[in-house]
Nanobody
Framework: QLQLVESGGGLVQPGDSMSLSCKAS????????IAWFRRAPGKKREGLAC????????FYEDPARGRFTISRDNTNTITYLQMNSLNSEDTAVYYC?????????????WGQGIQVTVSS
């Protein structure tokens, strides 16, 4: 069973950058795609980016494309989300999830989430 722990959130000002980390522990980490999601107040959870388990290819959803970058360290332990040009609409709880069959498939494991607040 995998465990995922997010870190790096907090309060930033509009226009700032922030990097989130998702540390995974457990067996067969190489077999899992890792993705980042977020849920803003009063909104549904939305996908942001995913790094595939087969070839480490990154995939981006519209909210993240062009401003966010997902990457995974070479041990497949930590997955990062670099976020640039943040604005108030990026305020949300950010989650990472792990999917055994690749990006877009069911995410079997989730972190507890971490708050990101963008405010002046």
């Amino acid at each position: 069973q995998l465990q995922l722990v997010e870190s790096g959130g907090g309060l930033v000002q509009p226009g700032d950058s922030m990097s989130l980390s998702c540390k995974a522990s457990g067996p067969y980490l190489d077999d899992y795609a890792i993705a980042w999601f977020r849920r803003a107040p009063g909104k549904k959870r939305e996908g942001l980016a995913c790094v595939d388990n087969s070839d480490q290819s990154p995939f981006y959803e519209d909210p993240a494309r062009g401003r966010f970058t997902i990457s995974r360290d070479n041990t497949n332990t930590i997955t990062y989300l670099q976020m640039n040009s943040l604005n108030s609409e990026d305020t949300a709880v950010y989650y990472c999830g792990a999917a055994q069959y690749g990006c877009g498939f069911e995410y079997e494991y989730w972190g507890q989430g971490i708050q990101v607040t963008v405010s002046s």
